[in-house]
């Protein structure tokens, strides 16, 4: 009788050792961002890798699977129930692995490691400042950074894809977090430098109202800020334009277009000038804070912990410096760790 080399074979429901023998990690890393970004192009750029190589790896996968693992939908692709089942598997595969080197990381100390962050618009002006800070005491970690609006924010906290986050509220709505303040951020209006309110003193918000506003994309904090502190007060923001950046909004102002709302930190780092005016609006500044925050639960790196005690350690400084900026702006900030300070302005009126 002949003997059959099992190997030859793709059994009809794969083995674990079948799958061990003939699926590789590369495989399994390209499947789950085909089906995390929800396609083969973005899944490509994102690990720097041609299609046709994303292509062959996922047809790969799917012979030693011996099952489809995809479907078309329109442009778009989704996961079989086979596909479901081995994202699944991959998620807790990649946890699995990635608390591993975060264990040996703490093993060796903080001579190499990785801090992956995420953080929203407006933060990108703080977050990388905290970050250069933090590489000149531990040289040797390495960095990765997304900016992205508050509704990415929460989509990459639910998948676990960054070690910590900065945003401009806490998400206990969509899910379980832990959450430190780590320093004010005032909203003011913003205007052209030579606009017939540029001077005025205590402008109302119907006054306000009636003027065309440069607003930020739908799903920005910012943008939701604003039109629920106007709709409390009865009234609707005139949205004349959308943009996407808040350099965007900035240069559209200057050239006229309308008002905007924005972060007092992205005026100040910029450089304000004479071609923009913070406005003096009734019940602005809306006084918010930026966090760090982290799922509940999450087992932090040896890298993620020492940066949250650095970044603690900087809250005065961001305080202070707030302060000389405007002075008395900080009496409105009655605890560094009270919760959305800003409902105060919101809620009443």
């Known amino acids: 009788m002949s003997s059959v080399d099992p190997d030859t074979l793709t059994p009809p429901v794969a083995s674990t050792d079948y799958l061990i ?7 399994l890393q390209v499947f789950e961002a085909i089906v995390r970004l929800g396609s083969f192009t973005r899944a490509a750029e994102e690990l720097f890798l041609t299609q046709p190589t994303v292509s062959m790896q996922t047809r790969k996968l799917a012979d ?31 946890s699995t692995l990635s608390n591993l080197e975060m264990k040996i990381n703490d093993i060796k100390g903080l001579r190499k490691g990785k801090l992956r962050m995420g953080v929203i618009t407006t933060a990108k002006y703080l977050a990388p400042e905290l970050l250069g800070q933090f590489s000149k005491l531990y040289p040797g970690i390495d960095f990765s950074l997304k900016v992205t609006n508050r ?19 806490v998400p206990r709505d969509e899910l379980e977090v832990e959450a430190i303040p780590l320093a004010p951020n005032p909203l003011v209006i913003i205007a052209p430098g030579n606009h017939p309110l540029a001077n005025k003193k205590h402008i109302s918000l119907e006054e306000v109202s009636k003027e065309p506003f440069i607003m930020r994309e739908p799903g920005s904090g910012i943008r939701d800020y604003a ?7 009865g009234l609707q923001l005139n949205t004349r334009m959308e943009l996407g950046s808040n350099e965007a909004i900035k240069h559209a102002v200057v050239g006229e277009l309308g008002l905007a709302v924005a972060s007092l930190h992205t005026m100040t780092l ?13 019940h602005f500044p809306i006084m918010r804070y930026w966090y760090l925050v982290y799922p509940k639960g999450k087992e932090l790196s040896l ?10 350690e900087c809250k005065l400084e961001f305080h202070d410096r707030m302060e000389k900026l405007w002075p008395g702006l900080m009496d409105l900030v009655e605890k560094p760790n009270k919760e959305d300070v800003y409902q105060r302005n919101i809620g009443k009126g």
């Open 270 to 282: 910029d450089g304000q000038g004479t071609a923009v005016k913070i406005l003096d609006v009734e």
């Open 64 to 94: 030693t699977m011996g099952l489809a693992l995809f479907e078309h939908v329109g442009r778009n692709v989704k996961p079989t129930e086979a596909g479901e089942e081995l994202y699944q598997a991959c998620q807790n595969l990649f």
């Open 227 to 233: 039109i629920k502190l106007f709709a409390n007060h």
């Open 151 to 169: 509704e990415r924010i929460i989509e990459r906290m639910h998948a676990n894809q960054d070690d910590l986050y900065i945003t401009g509220y």
């Open 303 to 312: 890298v993620a912990r020492t940066f949250l005690e650095f970044a603690s």
């Open 21 to 27: 023998r003939h699926a590789t990690l590369r495989q």
